[in-house]
């Protein structure tokens, strides 16, 4: 199992946004709509110690990207918003799972973590 202080930010977003109710997922063999992917997290380092950790999310719809799913997406980022979850930044995508061409909003969360 992996650890240190960028598992602890991917930890602490899932579970901040299990705590939204939303299912939030980090293997992309179980990403599908509905569901908020999250991916491995980005690192700007300044001590040993502490860093700007960035972790982007992908929020899933089903395809093909009407307005149900438009709907779904808009809704579902304005609760992560509406959290004390550091949304940074976000825009509307698509990805590929299994296949098929998924709608989505990506998003950059910034977390804070620090090593003990």
Do not use: H, W
């Not at 300044?46 to 093909?64: F, H, M, S």
């Not at 779904?72 to 825009?91: E, F, G, K, Q």
Request: hydrophobic share 40%; net charge negative.
């Amino acid at each position: 199992m992996a650890s240190g202080i960028l598992y602890e930010a991917v930890t602490a977003t899932k579970n901040a946004l299990t705590a939204l109710g939303l299912s939030a997922v980090t293997d992309p063999r179980n990403a599908r709509p509905y569901c908020v992917f999250i991916q491995l997290p980005t690192l700007d380092s300044y001590t040993y110690n502490v860093g700007d950790i960035r972790v982007p999310v992908q929020v899933l719809a089903p395809p093909p990207g009407n307005q149900d799913a438009s709907n779904y997406l808009l809704t579902t980022v304005d609760t992560i918003m509406n959290s004390p979850i550091a949304v940074v930044d976000a825009r509307p995508g698509l990805a590929t799972f299994g296949g098929q061409e998924l709608p989505t909003y990506d998003l950059t969360i910034a977390v804070a973590v620090r090593r003990n």
